[in-house]
């Protein structure tokens, strides 16, 4: 079946360094690929995605370009802050057609220091 | 507007009660999902629907029912729960392509109902 695989957290940096999280997925078929972030106490929220390869999302100086031939999905900001601090989610589309929702990663936890 | 809202957000309970969780769209998609969020935050699908017909029912134990009475509804009722019952549960909702009867858009999530089990 499909499944994503994720950098396990929590991952901790300074504000102002480079973020890169590893995601790289097992699908049939050409899911479209995710990125969801969830604040604290918060649902869950589209940050990007790619619906076909080398396709780039991107949103708020956040990246991810959709590499069919590594099967990844990297998440990569330049310079990151404090409130970037969140659980974030990679994720993918059925393959399967219909309402078959998103099949997520474990999740991984950024802490950002001041 | 909130667009996909879940009641109660918190919910505090003995084992072997019943309760519900309820969930509203008024996004007009017309399928909806049920998530359970453990304690280290995996998150795994228990349910869909789509236009109230159920789609997806995951390995859950059957003391979890879903309902839905309208395509803007998906409540969740759990009988006898179980200390293990204890997560974040996450109410989605999306639009399934009609053309190419496909998942191609985002999800969009509620803030989740915390049930803790005692």
């Known amino acids: 079946g499909d499944s994503v695989t994720q950098m396990e957290g929590p991952v901790t940096l300074s504000e102002e360094a480079f973020l890169t999280i590893n995601c790289t997925y097992t699908a049939t078929g050409y899911p479209s690929l995710f990125w969801y972030v969830q604040y604290p106490g918060e649902g869950l929220q589209l940050l990007l995605k790619a619906t076909k390869a080398d396709d780039k999302g991107s949103n708020k100086g956040f990246e991810a370009t959709y590499r069919k031939e590594t099967t990844s999905f990297h998440l990569e900001k330049g310079s990151v802050q404090v409130s970037d601090s969140a659980v974030y989610f990679c994720a993918l589309s059925g393959t399967g057609g219909g309402a078959d929702g998103l099949t997520f990663g474990k999740g991984t936890h950024l802490i950002i220091q001041p | 507007d909130t667009a996909v809202s879940q009641t109660p957000k918190y919910l505090v309970t003995q084992m072997g009660n019943d309760k519900s969780i309820k969930c509203e769209q008024n996004l007009g998609h017309d399928t909806m999902y049920w998530y359970k969020q453990d304690s280290k935050k995996f998150l795994k699908i228990m349910f869909s629907?789509?236009?109230?017909?159920?789609?997806i029912n995951e390995t859950v134990p059957n003391r979890f029912s879903p309902k839905s009475p309208d395509k803007a509804h998906l409540n969740l009722h759990i009988n006898s729960l179980e200390l293990g019952d204890s997560a974040v549960y996450f109410c989605?909702?999306?639009?399934?392509?009609?053309?190419?009867?496909?998942?191609?858009?985002?999800?969009?999530f509620g803030e989740g109902s915390r049930l803790t089990v005692l």
């Open positions: 989605a909702s999306s639009q399934v392509s009609r053309r190419f009867y496909a998942n191609t858009g985002e999800l969009f």
């Open positions: 629907y789509n236009n109230k017909e159920l789609i």
